[in-house]
Each structure stands twice: as C-alpha cells, then as structure tokens.
C-alpha cells in the first residue's frame, strides 16, 4: 500500500492513515482506493478489533476530496463502498476518529462514518463545500443529522458553517476533546479499552444500536432481543464476576 495511505497494527488497534500533508490528506482517486483497502484489511484483521482514522501531522484530518484532482474520483461516484473509499459500507467492528486540524466537507463525512471522534483543540470541522455547489456524497446528509438532530445537522449542511472544537462538543459532534497532539494517543486508549471488553455482547449490542436506528421502537427492540440467547453465556460469566465483586462501585467503569 503506498505510504499516502498507511495501515499499521497498535495493539488491538489498526490505524488507518491518511498522509498527503502537503494536500491537507485530501482524497483523490488512488487515496480512495488504497482507503477501500484498508478497510478491506482491517475487516479482515481477526486480531484489529477497533479502526482509528487519523490524517498525517498535525494540520488536518482530511480536507475532503482533493479538488484538483475530482476527475480521478469520478469512477468512484456509483462505487457501492462509496467515493471516498469505504464511506457506503458499515463496518463490523468499532471505529474511532482521530482528528486535528481541519475535518472538511468529506473529511468530516468520514468522520462521521466512525463511531466515536476524538479531537483536539484545534480541530475545525465544517461542510464548506456549501459555497461551491459540490454536494454531500459521502453520508454526511444522513449520519450527521442522526449524530446531532436534524437541526444541528440542517444547520452546518445548509449554511457550511465552520464550527470549532467546542462547538462540535457541545453539539455532540464530537465525542470527546483533548490537547493538541493528544487526539491519536487517545483514541488508541479509547480502542484498547474496547478490545478489553467481552466482544460477543459489545458488538451485539453496537449493531442493535445500529440496526434499529430510524426502525419503530418494536422492530428495535426485536433486533435486540435475538441477542440475548446468542450472548446468554457470556453475560453469565460477567454476572457470575459482578456476583464476585469484580467491578463494585464502578469499578473500571468507561474507557
């Protein structure tokens, strides 16, 4: 894979990483198609647990498509994955955005596409793609919208207003903001913390969250319930623990 995309094991972490600093990681047509393969690889990782998604330095995430070059994206518009890369598929397993810098137009809809964003400080995230007439391929009309509401999201979709870390935070855009520099160590915590848990009834439960967004509350609750036999043995092992006073008080709570 060529060094403009990297996919490196950290622990039970796969790191995917865009590196075109001097684009500000923007994607063109052969960065999208090494990202299709680093996704391909991670789902095939039995021992990556979690995807981090990071960009190169310090400056950007990723700046979206890189515009100079949109023509090498044009066979990617009715690609089934997704233009830039993976961004129609849903993965299997956690994934977690490490961003600083700018997160732009698809940058920020690849954002979107993980489960959890860390950011530092300095991050600055927005769809202003707005002013030129290009528009959202990549799912940010519909995974922003269910991250933050429909009205945050019509907000930054419609008026392609930039918004800073803290803005992002309190929207809920963003899950969580550290120091500068600190966004990539930190996600690799939060993914440790993750692949520590018991699989089986963490991903159950992730893809019932998934699964029954946007269903009625009954379909939902169907989807959740065809977890509980298949998970049964596993919850009675970590009962059987509690039962034993692991965990007492909230003990090793969160990640």
Known sequence: MPEEVRYERRGAAAVLTIDRPGRRNAVDGPTAERLAEGYRRFEGDDGARVLVLTGGGDEAFCAGADLKALESLGPRLADPAGPLGFTRLT?????????????????????????????????????????????LVDGGTQRL??????????????TGRIVDASEALGMGLVTEVVAPGRHLERALQIAEGLAGFPQETMLADRRAAIEGLGLPLAAGLAIEAQSGPQTAAVAAQGAARFAGGEGRGGAGAGV
Do not use: H, M, Q, Y
């Not at 956690?94 to 809809?109: H, K, M, N, R, Y």
């Not at 690849?110 to 290009?134: I, K, M, Q, T």
């Open 91 to 135: 993965p299997s397993k956690p994934t977690v955005a490490a961003i600083s810098g700018w997160c732009l137009a698809g940058g920020l809809e690849l954002a979107l596409w993980c489960d959890l964003r860390v950011a530092s400080e300095n991050a600055r995230l927005g769809f202003p793609e707005r002013r030129w007439g290009v528009p």
């Open 145 to 158: 919208p269910r991250i933050v509401g429909l009205g945050r999201g019509l907000d930054l979709i419609l």
